[in-house]
């Protein structure tokens, strides 16, 4: 018997796309909200219903050379590329520390037993406060890590490492600015503003 000689039922190409048209509706229903979305929801640059920016935070001023380039990527994603606001509503203290570790070592005959690739760990500790009377408005820790190879030649061995900081110093700008926003949007929900 061939597919030819199956009895064929009427609505056969009616259901599927009923079907189709059933999960259209369906997904209709569901609703997803960005984070930055607006409709009263806060979000960078943007007044929220309290009349204050989330973009007015001050980063302020860090040591090494690994906290700069996380601090200068913060300035740019919680201000959108135009420096530190003039009325800040929140400081942010930031305090990076970053380690290299050795990850793998492959041992063959001409590289001595010496490590071939390495990592780095970059965690950032945040403390936000309110400008007005100085109270901490929220703290917390985040980390990342970025990986690299380390070539026999001194030099490239530097620049893979330093090429590792860079990439970790900006995904961890990246989580910090979200974990910002979050304990923003928590403390003034929580605050009734």
């Known amino acids: ?35 930055y979305g607006s409709a009263g929801r ?52 930031l305090s990076v520390i970053s380690q290299t570790e050795s990850v793998a070592v492959i041992q063959n005959a001409t590289q001595d037993e010496e490590p071939t690739a390495g990592g780095i760990v970059m965690t950032g500790t945040y403390t936000i406060r309110d400008v007005a009377d100085g109270s901490v408005v929220a703290t917390g820790t985040r980390a990342v890590s970025a990986s690299f190879d380390r070539p026999m030649q001194p030099f490239a061995d530097y620049r893979a490492e330093r ?5 970790a110093a900006r995904e961890l700008a990246e989580v910090l600015h979200l974990a910002l926003v979050l304990d923003i949007r928590k403390a003034r929900g929580a605050g009734g503003s």
């Open 1 to 35: 018997m061939s597919s030819s000689d199956l009895p064929r039922h009427k609505y056969g190409r009616l259901l599927p796309a009923a079907a189709a048209f059933c999960a259209l509706l369906a997904l209709g229903g569901c609703k997803v909200q960005p984070l």
């Open 163 to 167: 090429d590792a900081q860079d990439r």
């Open 42 to 93: 806060l979000e960078t640059g943007a007044v929220d219903p309290s009349g204050a920016r989330i973009a007015s935070m001050e980063f302020a001023p860090v040591g090494s050379r690994e906290a700069q380039q996380v601090r200068n990527h913060l300035i740019f994603l919680a201000n959108g590329g135009q420096g530190q606001p003039a009325n800040p509503a929140y400081k942010v203290e």
